[in-house]
């Protein structure tokens, strides 16, 4: 995972930045994955801030 485009890499986008009353973190969308069309949204917990200093507008990743 990194913050920075990677080579071969699927992103997640942020779509919104969550207040500490509704669990901190931040809302992301994996729009497509391995080339298909998934649209899945899925929460990162505080924790991504934590790795990462803030929380990315993407973030990339891919199986090593």
């Given at each position: 995972?990194?913050?920075?485009?990677?080579?071969?890499?699927?992103?997640l986008?942020?779509?919104?930045?969550?207040?500490e009353?509704?669990?901190?973190?931040?809302?992301?969308?994996?729009?497509?994955?391995?080339?298909?069309?998934?649209?899945?949204?899925?929460?990162l917990?505080?924790?991504?801030?934590?790795?990462f200093?803030?929380?990315?507008?993407?973030?990339?990743?891919?199986?090593?």
């Amino acid at each position: 995972m990194a913050d920075e485009r990677l080579d071969e890499a699927e992103m997640l986008t942020l779509t919104y930045v969550r207040e500490e009353n509704l669990g901190g973190g931040g809302d992301y969308l994996l729009e497509t994955y391995k080339g298909d069309l998934k649209n899945h949204k899925l929460w990162l917990c505080g924790v991504t801030e934590f790795v990462f200093k803030h929380l990315p507008e993407r973030i990339y990743f891919r199986e090593v």
